[in-house]
Nanobody
Framework: QLQLVESGGGLAQPGGSLKLSCAAS????????IGWFRQAPGKEREGVSC????????GYADSVKGRFTVSRDDSKNTVYLEMTNLKPEDAGIYYC???????????????????????WGQGTQVTVSS
């Protein structure tokens, strides 16, 4: 079965950190760009970050720039989203998505429709509260 599975969500205090993982099973991530998205209750899903298939380039929403870091370890078939200095507005369900992308491509995007032809995970809950 081809799927993405997120993990690492949980409860963090404001100013705290969490590291999310997005693991692929049934296929390898080597030739896939990855996007991270989140959705808070009553709000639309928003793009957070992305990483190219080569891992050489990344992108971040302004709201998380300087606080979140996306990385990938293709040997583990996993992509990570390290979140620091968390704020209450970072809370929500976090999803990863994968879409085939040539290694030569030097940029990535994190709008959801770009990943519609790929794979989506089921999401992991992030709560930020004192």
């Amino acid at each position: 079965q081809l799927q993405l599975v997120e993990s690492g969500g949980g409860l963090a205090q404001p100013g705290g950190s969490l590291k999310l993982s997005c693991a692929a099973s049934g296929f390898t991530l080597d030739y896939y760009a990855i996007g991270w998205f989140r959705q808070a209750p009553g709000k639309e899903r928003e793009g957070v970050s992305c990483i190219t298939s080569s891992g050489e380039n990344t992108g971040y929403a302004d709201s998380v720039k300087g606080r979140f870091t996306v990385s990938r370890d293709d040997s583990k078939n996993t992509v990570y989203l390290e979140m620091t200095n968390l704020k209450p507005e970072d809370a929500g369900i976090y999803y990863c998505a994968a879409v085939r992308s040539p290694l030569i491509r030097r940029s990535c995007v994190f709008y959801a429709s770009h990943y519609d032809g790929g794979y989506w995970g089921q999401g992991t809950q992030v709560t930020v509260s004192s």
